[in-house]
C-alpha cells in the first residue's frame, strides 16, 4: 500500500503508444469511411506527381513546335495525346501545365487565407475595425470574381505573378468574412469571457483560443479557394487575360484550341479532362475534410 491507500496497480496506467502500423491503420479506416475524400486526395496526389516530375514522365520540351507534326492524331506511339496546331506534344503540355495550376491555386490558397486571418480575426474582435474594414471587402464582393480579376490583369499585366496577385485580391474577402463570422460565434463563448474575467491581453486570446479553433473552417475553405483559383486562371487564360500564350497552361491550352475543334478535338479534351479531374479531386478532398471536422456533420456520420 502506498501512502494515499492506494495499490501500486491501481495506479493511473499509460496507455501504450501508438506505433507506425496503428497509424497507417487509423488513416486506411478514416479513407474507408470517407470514400469520397480518399478519391479526391488520390486525384491530388496524382496531379502533384505529375507536377514534381513533369521533366521525367516521357515529356519534350512543351513549347517547341514541330511544324512538320502539325496535328497528329492521339494514341500513337509518339504522340500520346496528339500535337497541336503548331506541332507542340499536348501531353507534354498537359503536364507541365500542372504545375502552373497547381501553383495557382495552393499560392492564391496561401496567401487569401493569411490575409483573411489577419483582418477577419482583427474584425471580429473590433467592432470600430469591423465597421470600417467589412464595408470595403462588401464592396469587393459584390464584384464578380471574374470581372475583378480581368480588371486587375489589365492594370498588372500578364504573368504567372500576377495571375497569383489578382486572384488572391479576389478570393480575400470571401475568406475575412468566413474568418470573421467564426470569430463572431467563439468571441462570447464561456471560456473567452473567463480568460478576460481573469485579465488576459486581447492578442494572448487570440492567439491562444481564437486562432486554434478557427483552423478546421479555414483548412475546408483554403481546399475551395484553391479550385475556384485553378478555375479563375483557366478562365482568365481562356479569354487573354492570363499568362502569355507560349506558357503550358489548361487555360491558354483550351484557348489554342477553341479555334481547331472540329479539325483537332483532342487539343481542347484532354486539357479540359486534366483540369477537371483536377477541380474535382480537390472539391471531394474539402468535402470529406469538412465531413470529418464539422462536429455536427462528424456527430451525424457516426
Given at each position: 500500500?502506498?501512502?494515499?491507500?492506494?495499490?501500486?496497480?491501481?495506479?493511473?496506467?499509460?496507455?501504450?503508444?501508438?506505433?507506425?502500423?496503428?497509424?497507417?491503420?487509423?488513416?486506411?479506416?478514416?479513407?474507408?469511411?470517407?470514400?469520397?475524400?480518399?478519391?479526391?486526395?488520390?486525384?491530388?496526389?496524382?496531379?502533384?506527381?505529375?507536377?514534381?516530375?513533369?521533366?521525367?514522365?516521357?515529356?519534350?520540351?512543351?513549347?517547341?513546335?514541330?511544324p512538320f507534326e502539325r496535328f497528329a492524331g492521339p494514341f500513337s506511339a509518339e504522340y500520346w495525346f496528339g500535337t497541336d496546331n503548331i506541332g507542340r506534344d499536348v501531353w507534354s503540355r498537359a503536364i507541365y501545365g500542372s504545375r502552373i495550376s497547381l501553383t495557382v491555386g495552393v499560392s492564391v490558397a496561401a496567401i487569401a487565407i493569411s490575409i483573411g486571418v489577419i483582418i477577419g480575426v482583427a474584425a471580429g474582435y473590433s467592432q470600430k475595425f469591423d465597421m470600417i474594414v467589412m464595408r470595403f471587402m462588401d464592396g469587393l464582393m459584390s464584384i464578380p470574381s471574374i470581372i475583378?480579376?480581368?480588371?486587375?490583369?489589365?492594370?498588372?499585366?500578364?504573368?504567372?505573378?500576377?495571375?497569383?496577385?489578382?486572384?488572391?485580391?479576389?478570393?480575400?474577402?470571401?475568406?475575412?468574412?468566413?474568418?470573421?463570422?467564426?470569430?463572431?460565434?467563439?468571441?462570447?463563448?464561456?471560456?473567452?469571457?473567463?480568460?478576460?474575467?481573469?485579465?488576459?491581453?486581447?492578442?494572448?486570446?487570440?492567439?491562444?483560443?481564437?486562432?486554434?479553433?478557427?483552423?478546421?473552417?479555414?483548412?475546408?475553405?483554403?481546399?475551395?479557394?484553391?479550385?475556384?483559383?485553378?478555375?479563375?486562371?483557366?478562365?482568365?487564360?481562356?479569354?487573354?487575360?492570363?499568362?502569355?500564350?507560349?506558357?503550358?497552361?489548361?487555360?491558354?491550352?483550351?484557348?489554342?484550341?477553341?479555334?481547331?475543334?472540329?479539325?483537332?478535338?483532342?487539343?481542347?479534351?484532354?486539357?479540359?479532362?486534366?483540369?477537371?479531374?483536377?477541380?474535382?479531386?480537390?472539391?471531394?478532398?474539402?468535402?470529406?475534410?469538412?465531413?470529418?471536422?464539422?462536429?455536427?456533420?462528424?456527430?451525424?456520420?457516426?
Amino acid at each position: 500500500m502506498t501512502d494515499s491507500g492506494y495499490s501500486a496497480t491501481s495506479s493511473w496506467a499509460k496507455p501504450p503508444e501508438l506505433t507506425v502500423r496503428d497509424r497507417i491503420n487509423g488513416i486506411l479506416t478514416l479513407l474507408k469511411r470517407h470514400p469520397n475524400m480518399a478519391i479526391g486526395m488520390g486525384i491530388v496526389m496524382v496531379a502533384l506527381v505529375a507536377a514534381i516530375f513533369a521533366p521525367v514522365l516521357w515529356t519534350v520540351d512543351p513549347s517547341a513546335p514541330a511544324p512538320f507534326e502539325r496535328f497528329a492524331g492521339p494514341f500513337s506511339a509518339e504522340y500520346w495525346f496528339g500535337t497541336d496546331n503548331i506541332g507542340r506534344d499536348v501531353w507534354s503540355r498537359a503536364i507541365y501545365g500542372s504545375r502552373i495550376s497547381l501553383t495557382v491555386g495552393v499560392s492564391v490558397a496561401a496567401i487569401a487565407i493569411s490575409i483573411g486571418v489577419i483582418i477577419g480575426v482583427a474584425a471580429g474582435y473590433s467592432q470600430k475595425f469591423d465597421m470600417i474594414v467589412m464595408r470595403f471587402m462588401d464592396g469587393l464582393m459584390s464584384i464578380p470574381s471574374i470581372i475583378l480579376a480581368i480588371a486587375l490583369m489589365a492594370l498588372l499585366g500578364g504573368s504567372i505573378q500576377n495571375v497569383i496577385i489578382a486572384l488572391s485580391i479576389t478570393e480575400a474577402p470571401i475568406a475575412t468574412r468566413v474568418v470573421r463570422s467564426a470569430v463572431l460565434s467563439l468571441r462570447e463563448r464561456t471560456y473567452i469571457e473567463a480568460s478576460r474575467s481573469i485579465g488576459a491581453s486581447t492578442p494572448r486570446i487570440m492567439i491562444r483560443h481564437i486562432l486554434p479553433n478557427i483552423v478546421a473552417p479555414l483548412i475546408v475553405h483554403s481546399t475551395y479557394v484553391a479550385s475556384a483559383a485553378i478555375l479563375l486562371e483557366a478562365y482568365l487564360s481562356f479569354l487573354g487575360a492570363g499568362p502569355p500564350e507560349e506558357i503550358p497552361s489548361w487555360g491558354n491550352m483550351v484557348a489554342g484550341a477553341k479555334d481547331y475543334l472540329s479539325r483537332a478535338p483532342w487539343m481542347i479534351f484532354f486539357p479540359g479532362l486534366f483540369l477537371t479531374f483536377t477541380v474535382l479531386g480537390i472539391s471531394l478532398a474539402g468535402d470529406g475534410l469538412r465531413d470529418i471536422l464539422d462536429p455536427q456533420i462528424k456527430r451525424r456520420l457516426n
